[in-house]
């Protein structure tokens, strides 16, 4: 929601400020639902392009072997079983190593470069028992196989090769410990007390070195061969279309909403003339959003149509109306009402929104009593609120809350209200949005003439349309449109000279 806030004033006067709202989510599923023959269409059409497609790419196989790891040494507190699980995760980086790579398209016989078979090669350890997938695709089973078989016995290399190169680097101290033992030994005299003790370390070493030779290795072993599917992995046609069709009943049910939300809106020139085709109706002022001079000239330009407009007999009792609750038809009646107070005559602006009223907020004056007091045979009188700014404005403002509004409103109390009122120049009416609610078609059709708001930026000229013909349909005498949130004319040049 964007507040677009006016808080112009010339000579004290107020001007109120109104919210907008986008489309929400119920027109949004609405929108699709009532296209949803063509996106299903839509979609379709793109699951057999994508079969099709998916038909013509060459096969593609994909073969797997299974390393069992079985850790030498159990060290730090960890289990066996997580000891395994650690080192399959680390020898699963192995598969990918440039050097496994190219000793694995050795060993297979395959015309491929290393990033070739890269992309082939995919390793992952199995769970938590230190299982090792090796996984490798090709045009072929027997390819795919060959590659597998020669990738998982690289990676097998690599870990004995791990294991010899450890347990070298442990016995060369010890070896060259026993170099030094031994020649210091022959030096000495064969009456020596001292070669007692050297020979003692040297039976130490020898302890130590047997140890080492006969420590466990980390094992890597084949639990089962390489083996690939007699049924290609890729491409799936069948899996591919359907996929394909479930994306597009997505994708093509939002660009179904945005062509809607896009297309349903008013032109953003904001030409008077668009409107007019889709109204039947005079623009009576174009209300520009932002603050300044500009927006209290075109609540006078607004106040002097609609006492001088032809054919409406100068109305008494008006309507403001709109089909959404975002259009500004609040702000235009509040601002209207004190426009026309400005000539110094008798104004009374009725807020008859009882579902979510705004006006006593926007005015600064109590919510009741008013209206719905009055319709059930209060004081109309004591309902009216003064503006302390405007001594010739009075407000009656909704009142409390009622459990049927629109039959309130329907019915003869409303009427009366009315002419209660005939001493008044101008009535006002704010009513609720009339796309929701039968509020305002049961206000309208009592009242001498009604004002449709809409706003450029969140009316639809569907919504409007349809609300329009709700209105005739209701009796309604619609006598022209107020343009909400336009671009404010160039007009500071003047006002400054």
Sequence with gaps: MHPIAFAVMRRGRRVIPYTCQTMDLAEHFRVIAQNWVRIVVISFVVAIVVFGASSLRANKYQAKETLAVQPGEVVGGQTEGQAASFLAQTYAKY???????????????????????????????????????????????????????AVAEAVKGVVRTQQAAQRFSDLLPLQTERQQLTAQLNSLPEDSPERLSIGAQLSALNDAEGQIQIRPSNQLNSLSSAIAKDDPVSPKPLRDAILAFLVSLVVVGELTVLVHYAGDRFSRSEDTGDVSRLTGLPVLAKIPRGSGIEVVESFRVLRTNLMVLEGAGKPRTVAIVSANQAAGKTFTATNLSESAANLDEKVV???????????????????????????????????????????????????????????????????????????????????????????????????????FVLDVKTSRRRQVRQTLEALERAGANLIGVVINRTTAPRRAAYYES
């Excluded at 290393?114 to 027997?142: N, W, Y």
């Design 95 to 149: 598969a990918e190593v440039p050097s496994v790579v190219r000793a694995a398209i050795r060993d297979s016989g395959l015309d491929l470069s290393v990033t070739q078979a890269t992309d082939r090669i995919s390793a992952k350890a199995s769970g938590e028992l230190g299982f090792l997938d090796v996984k490798v695709t090709g045009p072929t089973k027997e390819d795919a196989e060959r590659l597998t078989s």
């Design 349 to 451: 602006l009725i807020d008859a929104d009882l579902r979510k009223p705004a006006i006593h907020e926007r005015l600064g004056v109590p919510r009741a009593p008013g209206l719905s007091t009055v319709l059930q045979g209060g004081d109309l009188t004591a309902a009216l609120q003064k503006i302390p700014d405007s001594p010739w404005l009075r407000v009656l403002p909704s009142g409390e809350p009622v459990h049927d509004a629109s039959g309130m409103l329907g019915a003869r109390a409303f009427r009366h209200v009315l002419e209660a009122l005939r001493a008044v120049r101008l009535v006002l009416v704010d009513t609720p949005p009339a796309a929701l609610f039968a509020d305002a078609m049961a206000i309208a059709s009592q009242c001498d003439a009604t004002i």
